[in-house]
Nanobody, 124 residues
């Protein structure tokens, strides 16, 4: 019955921006770290970003450092991923994920719950 719902994907030109949102039903939300992953057709699901329970610490994949920013609003049970200076290689389905124990992680198998994904397409 735990649900994570992503939104905010779409089609943008290279250099453009999008903000993804993930609404989470887990309680209490501030006990869960939140990760972002992406998967392109024929490729493995890759780590993108993670934010800790309080929203004070973040980590990013090298490919998105300086361009993507993770944040969260614990009062709204929502995590965000701001994506700027988008590149065609950012095209993928983006997933949010929640982890209860162990804090931040870049590993897919350490997350407990996943959203359904939202498509991001960046044209050149």
């Amino acid at each position: 019955q735990v649900r994570l719902v992503e939104s905010g994907g779409g089609l943008v030109q290279a250099g453009g921006s999008l903000r993804l949102s993930c609404v989470v039903s887990v309680r209490p939300f501030n006990l869960w770290s939140m990760g972002w992953f992406r998967q392109a057709p024929g490729k493995e699901r890759q780590f993108v970003a993670v934010i800790d329970r309080s929203g004070t610490s973040t980590d990013y994949a090298d490919s998105v450092k300086g361009r993507f920013t993770a944040s969260r609003d614990n009062r709204k049970n929502t995590a965000y991923l701001q994506m700027d200076s988008l590149k065609p290689e950012d095209t993928a389905v983006y997933f949010c994920a929640a982890r209860r124990q162990g804090g931040m992680s870049m590993y897919r198998d350490e997350y407990d719950y996943w959203g359904q994904g939202t498509q991001v397409t960046v044209s050149s």
